[in-house]
């Protein structure tokens, strides 16, 4: 027990001063089936408090103070619960006019946020202010198909994370938008955006083929739907083969339910969105046939990988 | 360190023989959050009541007094036109401070970007936000004659807009006649506007301004622009009394 306790601080102090979240109970092997509940948000554009009582559309809703309760009761029910944002989370209140990014990346740590991926408001300051803002995040913010190596922020972003959650393993890689048109120039120089089929192609092989990871989940925030033709996460999905479930973000879309499309083996893809401002937050629940084999990796891990 | 290299390479050693668990069963819901389903959670409010006491401290600062109330109407309204006005001067002081022959002579402020109407009495800095919760920054652009009919027939189907330093008959919907510097508009002379970022890239349907010839970003946030430009008037004593002036009619 010692050794196991030992490692685990080790593991901590690795990943570079991550936390480490939700270390079961349960050390031992288990058999049958186990439940993995995903949580997301996306856009919450720095919606701390509930709108104000007099907001004429959105009166009483949403704000991570209420949203953080809301998860915390599901913590308490479910053993295995990974909490995720497609981001956008900068913007929108003024928490961040005050405080920039700080103030919101501090909170969603607060409340044990595990990734999140970009969006084009994180940019909104430029990126040396974006660069000082996730000083203050202690979840690692994934993306794949921004080349920031010519940037100050060459080192900030994962180009994937692989969770397990008591022996089920995740890997996440995260698409953002194209920047240009949507961000002033000089607020992401030097940025390279690249084409977020090829990269997701990419991604996802290597997650569920070399990382053998049993769910990939690409957080998006390219958008769900577009009139044109730029690529969104509907336009996405039937050109992939591995990704199991698609979280996004940046077209504020209010789905009902997630939404089940084709990829191009045929295979289910999951699509979901929740609006904005934490007005709600997106639920998943995974049961995996666990049957017949030992769970010996009864712990919560985190492998950080510098993309 | 030995044990830990130990167990690295146990969890490699199990982690490269495993093979996939398949999914079952999948259930979803995307659950609202307002107060019927959710409580807030108290640490967390508690975590960020210094962070809201000073904002709402700030929040709460006069800026100005109106001796009116500023609505927003079409055509033209005491606020659409005294915010634009605003905007005209202030891009006048950048022009003429950075850009040597870049003065603008008129200002186009969508009214879809002014989202609350203003009290009479005290303005705070609060009230500045509601009225422009946008982070948009102040834009100059040179624009030909031709695209300004094009930004007026727009205004014309809109029934009205925020502008200053123009003078524009509206009749059915269609544009009976515009003028600049009280002079009719000539499709071929080229003109300053100051305007927003987020129209002068096509917002609000208007595309036109994406055709200009040249494009002066100040870098200025709209916002932070007008409460200075508010408060330097009430350290002075001002008190706001902007007039209708019929610079946008519609029959």
């Known amino acids: 027990m010692t050794s196991r306790r030992q490692f685990l601080k080790s593991l901590a102090a690795a990943s570079a001063g991550i936390a480490l979240y939700n270390i079961p109970k349960a050390a031992l092997a288990q058999h049958g089936i186990q439940k993995l509940t995903i949580l997301h948000t996306n856009d919450i554009h720095c919606h701390i408090d509930p709108f104000s009582p007099t907001d004429p559309t959105y009166a009483g809703r949403g704000g991570l103070a209420r949203l953080s309760g809301l998860i915390q009761q599901i913590r308490l029910q479910e053993e295995n619960v990974l909490l995720l944002d497609s981001g956008d989370m900068f913007q929108g209140t003024p928490y961040f006019n005050y405080y920039k ?11 044990g946020y595990e990734a999140s991926t970009i969006g084009n408001h994180e940019f909104d300051n430029g990126l040396d202010a974006l660069n000082k803002a996730l000083d203050h995040t202690k979840f690692p913010f994934i993306n794949s198909n921004y080349d920031f190596s010519q940037t100050k922020l060459y080192d900030r972003f994962n180009r994937y994370v692989v969770y397990r959650k008591n022996g089920i393993k995740i890997g996440i890689y995260g698409l953002g938008v194209e920047l240009q048109g949507l961000v002033s120039d000089d607020n992401y120089e030097g940025t390279i955006y690249n084409d977020p089929v090829i990269v997701a192609r990419e991604m996802e092989t290597y997650l569920k083929q070399d990382k053998k990871c049993d769910l990939v989940i690409c957080l998006s925030h390219l958008g769900y739907q577009y009139e044109n033709d730029k690529i969104s996460d509907l336009t996405l999905a039937p050109q992939t083969k591995y990704t199991d479930l698609i979280l996004g973000g940046h077209t504020h879309t209010f789905l009902d339910k997630p939404v089940e499309v084709k990829n191009a083996d045929g295979n289910r893809v999951i699509i979901n969105q929740v609006g904005w401002g934490g007005m709600v937050l997106g639920r998943l629940d995974f049961y995996f046939d666990t049957a017949g084999k030992e769970m010996t990796l009864a712990y919560t891990e985190q492998i950080l990988n510098q993309g | 360190m030995y044990r830990i290299i130990y167990l690295i390479a146990i969890i490699s050693v199990l982690s490269s023989c495993k093979t996939r668990l398949n999914v079952t069963d999948f259930k979803a819901e995307n659950i609202p959050n307002y107060q019927n389903i959710s409580t807030i959670d108290s640490s967390l409010l508690n975590f960020i009541t210094p962070y809201t006491t000073e904002i709402d401290r700030e929040m709460q600062e006069v800026v100005a007094i109106s001796g009116v109330e500023l609505v927003k109407k079409k055509p033209e309204s005491l606020l659409t036109n005294y915010m634009a006005d605003i905007l005209l001067y202030e891009g006048q002081i950048y022009g003429a401070k950075h850009q040597a022959r870049s003065i603008p002579s008129i200002a186009y402020l969508n009214y879809g970007g002014l989202r609350t109407d203003l009290p009479k009495g005290k303005i705070t800095v609060g009230k500045i936000y509601e009225l422009m919760p946008f982070e948009n920054e102040m834009v100059i652009l040179r624009l030909k004659g031709s695209d300004l009919y094009a930004m007026a027939d727009m205004i014309a189907t809109k029934g009205g807009d925020g502008v200053a330093g123009m003078k524009l008959k509206i009749k059915d919907g269609q544009v009976e006649s515009f003028q600049v510097d009280n002079k009719p508009v000539s499709r071929d002379k080229e003109y300053w506007l100051v305007t927003n970022d987020y129209v002068a890239n096509g917002g609000d349907n208007m595309s036109m301004f994406l055709n200009r ?31 209708l002036d019929g610079r946008i009619t519609n029959d």
């Open chain 1, 101 to 111: 990014g700080e103030l919101i990346l501090k909170v969603m740590s607060e409340i």
């Open chain 2, 213 to 243: 010839t040249m494009f002066i970003n100040t870098g200025i946030k709209l916002r932070d622009c007008f409460i200075e430009h508010l408060k330097r008037d009430y350290d002075a004593g001002k008190i706001i009394s902007p007039k």
